[in-house]
């Protein structure tokens, strides 16, 4: 604990990280993550700056200006359709222009739909959620939850196991094959499509072993594009900041002119007087 003060006050690099929701007006609704972002900022000695962009104010029109200055987005969950084509849009953005991604519950079935639609060729490939009737539904309720009436009923929360895959970031982010992880959400990845994902580079990399669950998605052909379903925020602490976002914040950080100046006129002031005791010794 004794760095922190010093990891706060002085960072070694800046980062912008766009927060992508549909929720921005209220910030509270969004506060375990954004915290989750100043926690790996402050393990990874870096000053991180969000930027609250409204999803439905996203298009395919904007999209470059609005996130085009971005280090990294993060699509952040919610329920229903309202914005969801602003996420898909900057998830778009953010493989295309391989720019680091994290999807969190419903950014990473948002992810999904946009890899089914734009990758994969599902034309209006969608989750039953917002789209009951399409005819690819990369995103569905689990079979056993379709005859539950009582919505508190369908929705998966608590705690659940994950195993992850050897040989993939997930691996390495977290350092082990098995963890644990916290849910809130009703709709699953539907794995009749996994084969489809995985040949065109999209794997699963993190599964529930109970009921064969995709937990984390990331793209091979990609430097650093997760997409998690459960909520990595809610175990995120300063002293124990949450490794997704440690390594998603550590993925393109930037050192500014101003900061790298003055960072470096700090160790060489620190190297002078070093000489300076030596050389009086």
């Not at 409204?54 to 229903?80: C, R, T, Y």
């Not at 994290?102 to 989750?127: D, K, T, W």
């Not at 009951?132 to 539904?137: A, C, L, R």
């Not at 499509?193 to 699963?204: P, Q």
């Amino acid at each position: 604990m004794e760095k922190l003060p010093w990891q706060t006050k002085n960072p070694t690099s800046e980062v912008r990280i766009g927060l992508i929701g549909k929720y921005i007006e209220l910030k509270d609704a969004y506060k375990s993550i954004a915290e989750s972002l100043i926690h790996a900022g402050v393990s990874n000695e870096t000053k991180v700056n969000v930027e609250w962009i409204h999803s439905e104010k996203l298009d395919e029109k904007n999209v470059q200006e609005k996130l085009g200055n971005l280090h990294g987005i993060l699509v952040a969950p919610g329920f229903g359709d309202r914005g969801i084509e602003g996420k898909i849009n900057a998830i778009r953005f953010a493989r295309e222009q391989k720019i680091p991604f994290l999807g969190i519950c419903l950014g990473m079935q948002c992810a999904v739909i946009e890899f089914s639609r734009n990758v994969l060729g599902l034309e209006n490939a969608h989750s039953t959620e917002m789209a009951p009737e399409t005819k690819y539904p990369v995103i569905d309720i689990m079979d056993d939850q379709k005859n539950i009436t009582k919505k508190g009923g369908t929705m998966r929360l608590g705690e659940y196991p994950c195993n992850i895959s050897k040989n993939t970031k997930a691996a390495t982010i977290y350092g082990k094959s098995r963890i644990s992880e916290r849910h809130r959400h009703r709709y699953e990845f539907n794995n009749k499509y996994l084969k489809k994902f995985e040949d065109a580079g999209m794997v699963a990399s993190g599964v529930n072993p109970n009921g064969n669950l995709v937990e984390i998605i990331e793209y091979k052909n990609h430097p650093w594009f997760i997409g998690v379903q459960f909520h990595p925020e809610y175990k995120s602490t300063v002293e124990n900041p949450h490794p997704l976002f440690v390594k998603f914040v550590k993925a393109h950080s930037t050192i500014p002119d101003n900061l790298k100046s003055s960072f470096q006129q700090r160790i060489y002031c620190y190297l002078c007087g070093l000489i300076l005791m030596m050389n009086g010794s």
